[in-house]
Antibody, heavy 119, light 107 residues
Framework: EVQLVESGGGLVQPGGSLRLSCIAS????????VHWVRQTPGKGLVWVSR????????VYADSVRGRFTISRDNAQNALYLQMNSLRAEDTAVYYC????????????WGQGTLVTVSS | DIQMTQSPSTLSASVGDRVTITCRASQSISSWLAWYQQKPGKAPNLLIYKASSLQSGVPSRFSGSGSGAEFTLTISSLQPDDFATYYC?????????FGGGTKVEIK
């Protein structure tokens, strides 16, 4: 069974940092591009970042570029999102999700982890 | 960025109704469009990919059509389990973008 399990969310003050993790199982992790998508409580879905299957290529939304870093460890079947200089508007549930290389929809999602940025 | 506009934002319907949701892209995205269903407190679930391909395990009452910049999701006969929010997503050009969602409510 394909599984993606996020962790690392919590309450952090504005300007602080947090590192999210996503552990994959049930499939060959290194064959997939993986993404972070976030959802503000009660609002819609916003794509955040993507990393290709060997980690050599990353893409970010304008709203997080320069503050967030996506990375992966294929040996550990793990995806990460290092979030620095956090702002109130980064408050959201963060999902990890997978897609095949290049043009691909997201066929499996984690359960999400809540990040709250507040003083 | 490609803007994805869904309509309506809310839809009231009864069990057994035929339901259609529209998604318009601000530029052509070929057929690189997906539809997701999301229930409260849960992650989105892929229904349709490449505009009209049914994801494995998804009931055949769901169908997608369109290409270029205009797309539709149709539920042929609404079931109790289908009351949820539906999102379209383009995956043609970065940044990947989602529509604002359509909430299907019980009439």
């Amino acid at each position: 069974e394909v599984q993606l399990v996020e962790s690392g969310g919590g309450l952090v003050q504005p300007g602080g940092s947090l590192r999210l993790s996503c552990i994959a199982s049930g499939f060959t992790f290194s064959n997939y591009w993986v993404h972070w998508v976030r959802q503000t409580p009660g609002k819609g879905l916003v794509w955040v970042s993507r990393i290709n299957n060997d980690g050599s290529s990353t893409v970010y939304a304008d709203s997080v570029r320069g503050r967030f870093t996506i990375s992966r460890d294929n040996a550990q079947n793990a995806l990460y999102l290092q979030m620095n200089s956090l702002r109130a508007e980064d408050t959201a549930v963060y999902y990890c999700t997978r897609g095949l290389p290049n043009y691909s929809s997201f066929d499996s999602w984690g359960q999400g982890t809540l990040v709250t940025v507040s003083s | 960025d490609i803007q994805m506009t869904q309509s309506p934002s809310t839809l009231s319907a009864s069990v057994g109704d035929r339901v259609t949701i529209t998604c318009r892209a601000s530029q052509s995205i070929s057929s690189w469009l997906a539809w997701y269903q999301q229930k409260p407190g849960k992650a989105p679930n892929l229904l349709i990919y490449k505009a009209s391909s049914l994801q494995s395990g998804v009931p055949s009452r769901f169908s997608g059509s369109g290409s270029g910049a205009e797309f539709t999701l149709t539920i042929s006969s609404l079931q109790p389990d289908d009351f949820a929010t539906y999102y379209c997503q383009q995956y043609s050009i970065n940044p990947l973008t989602f529509g604002g969602g359509t909430k299907v409510e019980i009439k």
